[in-house]
């Protein structure tokens, strides 16, 4: 663990989990062209400290470099944080992954660390650090969600839907409970996103297939997630496109939609 700047006087910190590339990458671009000093995690330490360099002469950047499938890790990054004397008024909840194939086709071990990252992990740093978030009176947490889940788990990513259900609703409750202490709380829901996340699961080919007018861009969807949280909205979908097709699914039958996403995970299985 280590930083790339004495830390700077400031209200408090942006930190941002899975920083080291795409969407979190971009999280703290924006950040930092807004004047938050920032505290990037994420496994790959050398992208860490490139991307620190690179916004390094708009605001203070700290670098701990941190794998949070370790079920120490969370305990590690706040105890990091407060023995560089730090304070977190922003958190950004990105980091994540998807395990592509049925539930069966993967060892439990894979599950598990799956889980640890994606809920384990998120649940304890947000916990851990949500005591300063709120004594900073204006504290604003980002959960990286998913429009996964807004509809039907897929075949072939058990876990993934279920993880991200569980953020909004997780979002939802912090809202409502923190509110009073000036804490704002968004699940941030994007549908396909350029980035490096398809090619982590290995399903780059068969993504690339779809029509390019449903991808978002990394930069559209954090420009709409900070404007939201800002706004005090607990969800946001980016992209009009995509909140419309919300507005849709969300009057169909659950026994359509399940058919829907059958034949699509048949689609996909016979593309790949």
């Not at 560089?84 to 909840?93: I, K, S, T």
């Amino acid at each position: 663990m280590s930083s790339t700047a004495v830390p700077a006087q400031h209200p408090g910190y942006a930190l941002i989990t899975g920083a080291s590339a795409g969407i979190g990458a971009e999280f703290a671009r924006q950040y930092a062209a807004r004047g938050v000093p920032l505290i990037l995690t994420a496994r790959r330490a050398e992208r860490l400290q490139a991307l620190a360099t690179e916004l390094g002469t708009q605001v203070d950047v700290q670098v701990i470099a941190a794998d949070l499938e370790d079920p120490a890790a969370p305990a590690r990054i706040a105890e990091e944080i407060a023995r560089r004397g730090l304070r977190v008024r922003v958190l950004v909840n990105n980091a994540g992954y998807g395990v592509p194939g049925r539930y069966l086709t993967r060892d439990w071990s894979v599950h598990a660390r799956f889980i640890q990252l994606m809920v384990t992990a998120l649940c304890e740093l947000t916990w851990r650090l949500l005591p300063q978030i709120a004594a900073s009176g204006s504290g604003r947490i980002i959960n990286m969600a998913s429009f996964a889940a807004l509809v039907p788990g897929a075949d072939g990513q058990t876990l993934y839907a279920p993880a991200k259900a569980w953020l909004v609703a997780m979002s939802q409750s912090l809202s409502l409970e923190y509110a009073d202490r000036g804490v704002r709380v968004c699940a941030l829901c994007p549908g396909f996103t350029w980035s490096e996340f398809h090619d982590v699961t290995g399903t780059r080919e068969q993504m690339s297939r779809l029509p390019r007018w449903i991808w978002l861009s990394a930069e559209e969807v954090v420009r709409e997630g900070i404007a939201g949280v800002e706004r005090g909205q607990v969800l946001v979908i980016p992209g009009w496109r995509w909140r419309l097709l919300y507005h849709v699914v969300r009057h169909l039958p659950q026994s359509w939609l399940l058919a829907l996403m059958a034949r699509s995970s048949r689609k996909v299985r016979a593309q790949a």
